[in-house]
């Protein structure tokens, strides 16, 4: 974070623009919006400035910048066009630790004006640091298209209640209720213009609600195969309203980011041979927290019910009488091999798709291997990587092509997302020669040839190939 994102409460504060041109009136007009009081210094001023001068609305020198014009200034914007005076307001200002910001020049500044969104009491403020105000600009023009002029009024109905409401209820009990309204009918009403309507309504929702704390809840959320931009947006809802996240270790720092601030997170995740809470002590974690009267989600990488062991966690929670909801997520086989270029199935290619987890327990893997082994399909293992040995020789033991193709994707989906081709019986060489480390999803099938024919580009960024000569021994 290279600016720390703040609110300034300006009204009535003295604020200084030193500059008089049109980028100084655009400033100029900013703070006026704000409330703040303003001298403007400068040799001379546009037309613009010069009518807000003849208005009274603001306060002018007809000078050069004097270091006497920071004494009790609260904020200083410098839009002169002459770096020299620019470079001096910055390090006066700065010396006196007066936040300043020198327009087109954020190494001189301490401060950014982002591109706004003004909602009043509502707003949006979009800022690149600098390093592109007109993608900061395209990027509030988006949020205007999703973000109505009527959320305003709302944010000031809610806040004319605030007082009754937080006579009632507790703190817990006070939040739940603000999202029901957010989310319900109250707010509708709003956005379709009636107000009114909208007003009586949230009256009759303070009077007549329960103010004990509301029962718990359990989200099984699918996070996804690493890819934030790949989560549902209900899976993104439930994760900003979620008092807790229990999470898994597939689950990208990039998706936590997401949660609601002050949400507590704990990990749970799994490696081979070190689990940081087995699955029953997991389950029963969830049941607790639920009685407690929170709301959990549990965020599971891919999706809860694909060798996800959802559905353990949800036989708990029913038979303990704890209110659930499940999230399908995108699975790992399908974003990897998305990102990838290797189609699942084709009509010429592979008319099924069969998922496998490929985890050993006790050294060995429970597996029929023979239905496997069939002509066009396509077979994708799941943690498979520590077992890679065992599913060669079995595949090929029950009479699989020794050359058919394959492919490894590790860290699917991810800016770090590596593809690394060969065939079956060069799967572990590719894995000790290229050092290939969980998570990794593997694709068997012809489908894998695909990829070079279909010319793809990768999603990813820094997508790196290994290539492997299907002949290697």
């Known amino acids: 974070m290279d600016f720390f994102p703040v609110f300034f409460s300006l009204k009535g504060r003295p604020c200084l623009v030193v500059g008089g041109g049109s980028v100084a009136a655009r400033k100029i007009s900013l703070l006026e919006k704000a409330g703040a009081e303003i001298t403007v210094v400068s040799p001379d001023v546009c037309d613009e400035v010069q009518r807000k001068l003849d208005h009274g609305e603001i306060h002018f020198e007809s000078r050069h910048f004097e270091e006497s014009d920071l004494d ?29 910001n020198v327009v087109d020049n954020p190494d001189l500044c301490s401060f950014v004006v982002p591109s706004i969104l003004d909602r009043s009491p509502v707003m949006v403020a979009v800022s690149t640091g600098g390093a592109s105000p007109v993608l900061a600009r395209q990027l509030r023009s988006r949020l205007e298209a999703i973000i109505p002029a009527a959320y305003g009024r709302l944010a000031a109905m809610v806040e004319s209640f605030r007082e009754q ?13 603000w999202e029901e309204v957010l989310s319900g009918p109250v707010a509708e009403m709003v956005l379709s213009g009636h107000d009114k309507e909208a007003r009586e309504r949230l009256q009759e929702m303070v009077d007549t609600a329960d103010s004990s704390a509301p029962l718990g809840e359990v989200y099984l959320v699918g996070a996804g195969p690493g890819d934030p931009d790949l989560l549902t947006f209900k899976a993104l809802r439930l994760m900003q309203q979620a008092d807790m996240i229990i999470y898994d270790r597939l689950v990208s720092h990039a998706i936590l980011n997401m949660a609601r601030r002050d949400a507590e997170l704990v990990y749970v995740g799994k490696a081979k ?85 490929g985890h050993l327990k006790d050294g060995t893997l429970n597996i029929n291997w023979q239905p496997l082994v069939q002509e066009n399909q396509t077979i994708v293992f799941y943690m498979g990587l520590t077992a890679i040995n065992e599913i060669r020789t079995q595949l090929i033991k029950h009479g699989m092509d020794k050359d058919m193709p394959a492919a490894l ?29 969980a998570p990794t999803l593997i694709i068997i099938g012809k489908v894998v040839e695909l990829r070079d024919k279909l010319d793809w580009y990768e999603p990813a960024k820094h997508t790196q190939n290994t290539e492997f000569s299907k002949h290697k021994n």
């Open 72 to 100: 009790n200034v609260l904020l200083v914007i410098a839009a002169t066009n002459d770096r020299s005076v620019n470079e001096k307001i910055s390090r006066s200002a700065q010396a006196r630790n007066i936040p300043v």
């Open 165 to 177: 409401v937080k006579q009632r209820f507790d703190n817990k009990a006070r939040r739940h209720f």
């Open 273 to 357: 041979d070190n689990h940081s809470l087995p699955q029953d002590q997991i389950n029963q974690l969830l049941v607790d927290l639920a009685k407690q009267g929170k709301r959990v989600c549990r965020l599971k990488g891919g999706d809860p019910f694909i060798f996800g062991r959802g559905g353990e966690e949800i036989d708990q929670l029913a038979q303990a009488g704890v209110n659930f909801q499940v999230v399908p997520g995108i699975t790992a086989a399908s974003g990897c091999a998305s990102y990838s270029g290797i189609p699942l199935t084709h009509r010429d290619y592979a008319q099924s798709v069969i998922f496998i987890t």
């Open 409 to 437: 994707i590790e860290q699917g989906t991810t800016r770090n997302q590596h593809v690394h081709r060969g065939t079956i019986s060069t799967l572990p060489d590719i894995v000790n020669e290229s050092d290939v480390r």
